[in-house]
Structure formats: structure tokens, C-alpha cells
């Protein structure tokens, strides 16, 4: 094998192809691998993502390290996750000791083999395959974050930023108005990106707002429950997961308590409101 090419700070296409073709890479599709390759995007992605020289930050799927390489120079610390072992090797010799690497399907990492101190910044570059998974993830096990910045395909935004009462309102924008603000940044054309996805992308980014209640695996559980019959009331699509677990009060009470109707359907409900019942219910 060649010598490893060091990642170049000028990101483009030419030297995307570059590196992978002298280090005997490839990108991989059931890994959802296109990797960025416009200079201009990447300084903006950090932009937005607010880090700065005191920020601790996480970054899932570094890829050939398109942003990790410009991140690590600037941030107090930073680990990243990757699955592909190839990618990991490549990025092992070529960042060094500069990023705390893991090998691993970040959804089977542990938190307490990946958390030696809380992280303050999130940064992403998801596949469509695995996002709602690793969204979910994140605000488990790291939400605490001041900011999550994530690139998604622009389709998969409706149903991460919407309204109670549309169509593709559900567990995921729930738990993202839990957790906080959440703002479209900017469209990323398919030609940013080295192989070029079918579809658009752009940056999103969300903002915490303390609102002293952390999302745990038992709340994301109760919300899917809740939305597991979207045509029902909530009643009737919660009825068997509160069968499993021990509650403080009715349903029907709990709903009375926070002004809720007793037919009402989780699509209705607003994320807190899911916050509030959960509180009433179970904590
Ligand atoms: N961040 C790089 C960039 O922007 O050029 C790569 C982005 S590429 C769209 C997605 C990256 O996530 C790939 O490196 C892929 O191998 C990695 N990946 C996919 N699924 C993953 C998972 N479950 N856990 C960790 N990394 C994953």
C-alpha cells in the first residue's frame, strides 16, 4: 500500500479522489459513504456549528476526515465514531493522536466507553440509513450538547423540524423540540459531495434549551409507543406499553392534569406536552 496522504485543508474533489485511490480506499454505499468534498461548505458547516477553541465535540462518521482534520485544529477535543475499519486505519495514521478515534457502529457503542467527559458539540454527516437512530442516540447519551449539527438529505427535514397536527410530525421531531431549537441552515447541491448522492442535502442545526428533563431510552420509548397507532387516540396506542411498566396515575388523570382531552391523538400533542404526561406517569 502507498504511504498515507495527509488530508488536504483544501477539500475538493481532485484530492478526495486522491486520497482514496492512493490509499486503496473506496467509498462504500451500504455505509451510505459520500464524502464532502467543497472547501466553502465545510469552513461554513463549522460555522454554524458554533465550536470554538474551549469546545469539547463528537463527530459520527468522519469519513476521510473532511471536517475532523479542520475541527481537531480547532477545538479543545475531539473523538469521533466510525464503522468502516478501512476508514478508521486510513484516519488512525493520518490524524494521529489528534482525535480520539472508535472503531465501531456507533449504535452499539456504550455511553461509558465513549463519554470520558460530557461533549458540548455534536457533528454529523448522516447517512439517511441510520439517522433517525443516531439522532435518537444523541440526545440519550449526549444531551447535554450545547449544539447539534447535523447534514441530512433535505427530504428527511420535514420530519425532523414540523408542526403537532402534520403528516410527518412524529417521535423524531419530538424528541428534537425536547431537546431544543432547531434551524434549517443552508442547501448543500449533490456536487459537494464525491461519489454525488441522488438527492439534496443541507445542514441543520439544534440548539439546546434546558428545560431540566433529560431524554433517556425509556422517554424515546414511551413517545414511539405513543405514535404506534397514529390513527387512534393516544389511549389506545399507549394502552399496551403502560401495561409493562408501573404508572402513578391514569392516563385518563394524567391528560386531565395538563388540559388534554381524553381522545386526543399524539399527533395533537406538543413536545412537551409529552414531557409533562411522561412526568405525571412515570417519573
Ligand atoms: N464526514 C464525512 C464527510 O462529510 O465527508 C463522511 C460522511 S459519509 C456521508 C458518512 C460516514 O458515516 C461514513 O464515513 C460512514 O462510514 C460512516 N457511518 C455510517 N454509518 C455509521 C455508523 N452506524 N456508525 C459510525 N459511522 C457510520
Redesign the pocket.
Known sequence: MSPVLHISSDMNRNVVIHILESNELHA?TK??????CNEEIIKRIIEVSGVGPDSVCL??????G??TEPLSDLCSKLTA????KE?FSYLEKSLGDKVALYL????KLKKDDYVEEPFDHILS???YY?MTG?MKKLMVDCGNAERMTF?VEDEAIARIICEPSTKQYGPLAVLVGVYGSAKREFTVPSDCFYPMPHTTSAVITLSRIDRGFEISDDFCSFVEAAFSKRRKTLSNSLSAYLSTVSVKMPLKEALKTIGLEENIRAEVLKPLDFVELYKLLLI
Open positions: 462504500k455505509f451510505g459513504q459520500n464524502f464532502l463527530e459520527i462518521g468522519p469519513g476521510i473532511a471536517l465514531v466510525e464503522i468502516d476508514l465501531s457502529d456507533y449504535l454527516n448522516i447517512p441510520v443516531i447534514m
